[in-house]
């Protein structure tokens, strides 16, 4: 069986999260409406959601910030959010204590969570670049320079 190799982007950094004690579930609900936003509006929803699975996501976008800012130099007005998944990690199991000697099994979810925050200035820097490509009358009329919104369709949940 051969492996290929992922090609390493120097334009992203992530940050992970594991054993959060959440359910995947959960967490997925706060992700989905941070995902595709930049760093600082994303941070600004997660402060003002009224989830309790916010605060470790909100760590989690801010560690991803610092190791962007620290390890790449990148600048954090720059970032945003390309990729946020949420996998489901390791059940913990314990047993309760009940009436007659009895025990009650208690579930305890947790969920690993992915950060991925990606520089635009980069895409920024090279679009004079691909502007001179794509003068009129050259060879490379094929180019195609639609950039699609990214932002999650929807507004803040209301369910607790």
Known sequence: MIKKKKKKSYTEVYALGQYISMSAHKARRVIDQIRGRSYEEALMILELMPYRGCYPIFKLVYSAAANASHNKGFKETNL?????????????????????????????????????????????QNEEYLMYLKKPGSSNENINLTCYDTYSSGGLWDKK
Not at 84 to 93: H, I, L, P, R
Not at 101 to 116: A, E, F, M, Q, W
């Open 80 to 124: 945003v959010i390309s990729k946020a998944e949420v996998n489901q990690g390791n059940t913990v199991k314990k047993l309760k204590p009940r009436a007659r000697g009895r025990s009650y099994p208690i579930k305890r979810s947790t969920c690993h969570i992915t950060i991925v925050l990606e520089d635009i200035s980069f895409y920024q």
